[in-house]
């Protein structure tokens, strides 16, 4: 990455210090910053230092985005949000306050509430006092996973209890690593190999042809000699997590803790019955309606369809009016106006 960035400041925009820089080419830097950093989760700092630039300056000239040089002219940016556009984005956190601001954003995108960026929602939502920070340390184990590149290629399968009204029932879940769709799921008062199967088999009823690898963990349905032989008779494959690890399985590690926090402990079932109505709701908004981090914050449905670049070319194109909005209202309108830009906001 050192020297694809080296390379790109040496072929495409030459010095960029002890010389007047065009506004153009501050944005394409930018540009080139964000998207890499973006894609690689590397500080933009080590940015700065590999394009030869103090990083003082290149958070310059990100606050500088879109503008030109215009010594004593307006001050505003195209993706400043008026204050309309901000109390939408605090109300909207207040009819959802569970949801991160991430998903957040792209969810009023997608409902023409407002056209801003994460970063944007998170400024506004930490300025006015609504986030919460999490500062937890990724462990370096385990990071030679290789993600799915298709549809049932990985299913991850886990087991999880379940407290309802005193009694321990047990919640097994299926999802497609690519995707993150559930494929199917169940509640029963026992978890035995034979269950396992059973439930493996209506989610290849579902999709007829796949023959994906399992992942689970090593519990003990996983590991009889029974589930090695129904893995090998059915044509699939098996993967086992490392043991005392539960991070490894992650993508399902996390989502039994979601169906417990926000479904089973809000709704509170009385019963078995109870419990598999409020699961199979929560299935099936996760499925439709949730938007995944993981997956570009997309519904799995949508990700399983194929329809991912449909929707993050429309989120682009309202992205990119808004800004332009924003922009002729800042040439149009005199500095220091009072009336602010017409709101993206629906009503």
């Known amino acids: 990455m050192a020297q694809h960035a080296r390379a790109t400041r040496r072929n495409t925009w030459g010095a960029l210090t002890g010389r007047w820089v065009p506004h153009d080419t501050r944005d394409a830097v930018v540009d080139f910053v964000r998207t890499w950093a973006e894609k690689t989760e590397i500080a933009v700092k080590r940015f700065a230092r590999w394009l030869a630039i103090q990083p003082a300056k290149l958070f310059d000239w990100q606050a500088r985005y879109g503008k030109a040089n215009e010594h004593n002219a307006l001050v505003p940016r195209d993706h400043w949000l008026d204050d309309d556009e901000q109390r939408a984005i605090i109300a909207y956190h207040g009819r959802f306050p569970l949801e991160g601001y991430r998903?957040?954003?792209?969810?009023?995108?997608?409902?023409?509430?407002?056209?801003?960026?994460?970063?944007?929602?998170?400024?506004?939502?930490?300025?006015?006092?609504?986030?919460?920070?999490?500062?937890?340390?990724?462990?370096?184990?385990?990071?030679?996973?290789?993600?799915p590149t298709r549809l049932h290629e990985h299913w991850h399968i886990d087991i999880a209890y379940l407290n309802v009204a005193g009694t321990f029932y047990y919640l097994c879940l299926v999802l497609d690593g690519f995707s993150r769709k559930l494929v199917h799921w169940d509640v029963r008062d026992a978890m035995t190999e034979q269950d396992i199967e059973c439930i493996l088999e209506r989610a290849r009823e579902q999709f007829p042809g796949a023959q994906p690898r399992i992942i689970s963990d090593n519990g003990p349905q996983f590991i009889s000699r029974d589930f090695k032989a129904y893995i090998r008779l059915t044509g699939m494959t098996h993967v086992r997590t490392s043991p005392y690890y539960p991070q490894s399985n992650g993508k399902l590690e996390r989502l039994n803790k979601t169906v417990k926090v926000e479904a089973i402990r809000v709704r509170n079932p009385g019963s078995l019955d109870e419990a598999r109505k409020v699961v199979e709701e929560f299935v099936r908004h996760y499925n439709s309606v949730r938007l995944h981090s993981a997956i570009g914050f997309i519904t799995p449905d949508n990700m399983a369809a194929g329809r991912a670049a449909d929707i993050w070319r429309e989120r682009d194109r309202k992205l990119e009016a808004a800004r332009e909005r924003r922009r002729q209202w800042r040439l149009n309108t005199p500095p220091n106006s009072p009336t602010p830009p017409p709101a993206n906001v629906a009503a």
């Open 103 to 147: 998903r957040l954003a792209f969810m009023m995108l997608d409902a023409d509430v407002v056209a801003a960026s994460p970063s944007t929602v998170y400024r506004v939502l930490k300025k006015a006092g609504l986030l919460d920070r999490w500062n937890g340390k990724r462990s370096k184990k385990a990071t030679g996973f290789h993600q």
